[in-house]
């Protein structure tokens, strides 16, 4: 389902000639052709924590899933938009949008809601995201603080298993693996981390075995992961996706 909102965001695109391509891997990317629209894309957390906004640029437009957390938190209601900047510098979904409520174990959809959703977006003066649901108004009155896109995934360095995992009152989890010859791991730590919307930067501390470690993570101009630790930088490598 996804793949078709992708597609229906490059066919609407195409009509209105919001954005150009080309041919295979020379295609032009929405944010190339639209750089206005790179401050949405991020992580943006409501203060509850139970609320998120997942904004991407994949797919030939800025993809958008608002997520919140149901019950124990083994499931989610998911409400997923395609969108596109308007004129007035707000994010205007394409009046396709999911609504379905998945497992979060499992990835299944539970439910299907509706088909047929309708949203706009916009960064406030305040710095804060807010969603407009154009079908039933959910969630109204919230305000989402942008914390950046290292909200999953797990990455590499070295022997080192590297997991965004979570982000828990206003830091983030980051877990660290070492790993032996048998796969075993030999040691691990949790670091926990600020957010600097400015930079767009990640500050993470914590206990590795023995030794305290602070790192800086950042993203490289190929969208890669980069661990800064006493003036050294890493590229890492990604391992698994994970939403």
């Not at 943006?44 to 609320?51: F, R």
């Not at 930067?201 to 305290?212: C, P, S, V, W």
């Amino acid at each position: 389902m996804k793949k078709l909102i992708a597609l229906l965001l490059v066919l609407v695109m195409s009509i209105g000639a919001m954005a150009a391509f080309a041919e295979d891997e020379d295609m032009v990317t929405y944010l190339e052709e639209h750089p206005e629209a790179a401050g949405y894309v991020s992580t943006w957390i409501a203060e509850d924590g139970d609320w998120r906004i997942e904004v991407f640029d994949e797919d030939g437009g800025l993809k958008l899933m608002v997520v919140h957390k149901l019950d124990d938190g083994s499931k989610e209601d998911i409400w997923e938009y395609a969108a596109a900047m308007s004129p007035d510098n707000k994010l205007t979904a394409v009046p396709l949008g999911l609504h379905y409520k998945q497992d979060v174990a499992t990835g299944d959809w539970d439910v299907t809601y509706y088909e047929d959703g309708d949203a706009e977006f916009e960064i406030g003066e305040d710095g804060k995201l807010i969603w407009k649901d154009l079908k039933e108004d959910a969630g109204k009155g919230l305000g989402f603080d942008k914390i950046g896109n290292f909200y999953g995934g797990r990455w590499m360095k070295d022997d080192i298993e590297v997991v965004f995992a979570d982000w828990y009152d206003g830091q983030y989890d980051v877990r660290l693996y070492q790993r032996d010859e048998n796969n075993e791991i030999v040691k691990d730590a949790i670091l926990k981390g600020d957010y600097d919307a400015a930079t767009n930067t990640l500050t993470a501390t914590g206990d590795f075995g023995d030794e305290t470690i602070t790192a800086v993570f950042s993203y490289n101009e190929n969208n890669q992961i980069v661990w800064i630790e006493d003036g050294v930088s890493t590229v890492l490598e990604l391992s698994i996706v994970t939403d």
